[in-house]
C-alpha cells in the first residue's frame, strides 16, 4: 500500500475564489477497501478527473472505456490507457507500491460534464465576456472528496469485476 501523494503544480491565481484553491492538482493513494491504486488528476481546464488501476490479467486491463459497461462513475469512463510515461505531477500514472506493478491499465473520468464547473475554463469565459453561467439550472464544482468517493466505487466495480 502506497501512502497519500500529492502534487500541487497549477498556477490557479486567476480562477477566483473556491474549494480548487486549496486542493491538490494530483493525488495518489489506494484504496483501502480494494487495495487497488487510484488517482485524481486535474485537466487543463480546471476540472478533476478520477482513475482506478487494474493489474494485468484483470478482466477489464486493455480493454476501451466503451467496452467496461459494469462500470458506473460521474459521467461515465472516458479514459482507459497503460502507464504515461512523464513527469509524474504530468501523467496518468503511479508511484508503485513495494510489490506492486509498475504497469496498470487505468480506467478514469472526468468532472467537466454538462452542469460541471471548470474553474479554468469559467475563467477564461469570464475573462472574454461570457462569465455568466451557461447551465440555467445551476452548475456545481466536484470536489477533490467527491472524485475520491467516486474513485473508491470504481474501484470496487473494478474488484466485484474479478470476483
Known amino acids: ?45 480546471g476540472a478533476l478527473c478520477g482513475y482506478v488501476g487494474v493489474p494485468e490479467g484483470h478482466p477489464w486491463f486493455g480493454k476501451d472505456y466503451d467496452d467496461i459497461q459494469a462500470a458506473d462513475v460521474h459521467g461515465g469512463l472516458t479514459y482507459a490507457g497503460i502507464c504515461q510515461e512523464g513527469p509524474e505531477d504530468k501523467t496518468i500514472c503511479h508511484i508503485p507500491a513495494p510489490g506492486e506493478p509498475d504497469q496498470m491499465w487505468w480506467l478514469g473520468f472526468d468532472c467537466n460534464h454538462c452542469m460541471d464547473i471548470a474553474p479554468g475554463m469559467k475563467a477564461h469565459m469570464t475573462a472574454i465576456g461570457l462569465g455568466q453561467s451557461l447551465y440555467p439550472f445551476g452548475e456545481c464544482y466536484r470536489t477533490i472528496s467527491y472524485v475520491k468517493a467516486e474513485c473508491a466505487r470504481l474501484a470496487e466495480q473494478a474488484a466485484a469485476a474479478v470476483a
Request: charged share 30%; aromatic share 8%; hydrophobic share 30%.
Open 1 to 45: 500500500m502506497v501512502e497519500n501523494k500529492t502534487w500541487t503544480t497549477i498556477d490557479k491565481t486567476g480562477w477566483g475564489d473556491g474549494p480548487w484553491q486549496a486542493e491538490p492538482d494530483k493525488e495518489q493513494w489506494t484504496d483501502k477497501a480494494t487495495g487497488l491504486p487510484c488517482l485524481i488528476k486535474r485537466n487543463d481546464l
